[in-house]
């Protein structure tokens, strides 16, 4: 227990690393931007202030989202996505996986889960204790479940490179801070296309209905980013819902495969048309929170 704890610990403190790395480079970036480029090397005292006034607006908007990203808490499942204390001991004293299987389907019918497993078992967390909400899935850094696991300046680079600037401290720090922004700039738009493309798609990954989730562009872009247009690009929380219920597809009731396959996922002995039912009461107040 000990060695463990001490473990967990080292891991926090190591966590932090790649914080103070960035945070260095941030830092002296600023100081690279700011003072050697804008008062050593500009001379128009116009275009200095347009330089430092649009960067600081970046750098401000910078700093605010990495420290959002970095501090604000992930969201984990309700206590209702829990099992009870009397199902708990009844799923962990029986041995037989069937049953377990058939435990877990029991207690998901009082739950608007609509996602499976591969094998089209209730998504259950062994680690957390907790049926596992639609899109939520386990993390391995953070030990626990989360819930829906986001200019012109280049003139003075290229006068450098051509050599009409004078040599100086501030070649070396100007040119230095091209290659990390490149950096910064290449990694960054790979995770942004990856998370554009989950964002215009919003596939269901295990189920009937891959594009179950998927209730169009404007409306995915609305449940990340709110129903406010001025506030998509200033980092606040706008998005819709709770990471619990999520709108599906508006298709009729008698024609959506989430309905129509239901029955091949119950592993309780349940008849279909009771599932069916109970699918679309789920359905149906899926519907009217994302109307």
Request: charged share 20%; hydrophobic share 45%; glycine share 6%.
């Amino acid at each position: 227990m000990g060695l463990s704890r001490a473990l967990r610990c080292c891991q926090r403190v190591f966590s932090w690393i790649p914080v103070i790395i960035i945070s260095s480079v941030v830092l002296w970036s600023y100081y690279a931007y700011v003072f050697e480029l804008c008062f050593v090397t500009l001379s128009n005292h116009l275009e200095r202030v347009v330089y430092l006034l649009m960067f600081h607006v970046c750098f401000i908007m910078f700093c605010w989202t990495y420290w959002k990203a970095i501090f604000t808490p992930p969201s984990t499942p309700s206590k209702k996505f829990h099992l009870s204390y009397s199902d708990k001991e009844r799923y962990e004293m029986e041995e037989r996986p069937d049953v377990q299987k058939q435990i877990l389907a029991e207690i998901a019918k009082k739950l608007p889960i609509f996602t499976r497993a591969q094998s089209g078992a209730i998504r259950f967390c062994d680690r957390c204790q907790v049926i596992k909400p639609d899109r939520c899935h386990h993390c391995s850094v953070c030990e626990t479940c989360i819930l829906k696991m986001d200019h012109h300046l280049f003139q003075y680079f290229l006068k450098f490179w051509v050599g009409d600037l004078p040599n100086g401290p501030a070649k070396f720090h100007v040119l230095f801070l091209l290659f990390v922004a490149l950096m910064f700039f290449v990694s960054l738009m790979f995770l942004f296309g990856y998370h554009s493309f989950l964002l215009m798609l919003d596939l269901f990954q295990n189920g009937p209905d891959r594009n179950g989730f998927n209730v169009g562009l404007s409306r995915n872009l609305r449940q990340v980013f709110g129903e406010d247009k001025k506030l998509w690009f200033i980092p606040v929380f706008t998005s819709q819902g709770d990471g619990h219920y999520f709108p599906l597809r508006t298709l009729r009731e008698s024609e959506n495969p989430l309905l129509a396959n239901e029955g091949k996922w119950m592993e309780d002995g349940g008849s279909d048309e009771e599932s069916a039912g109970e699918a679309a009461s789920k359905l149906k107040f899926v519907f009217k929170c994302s109307s």
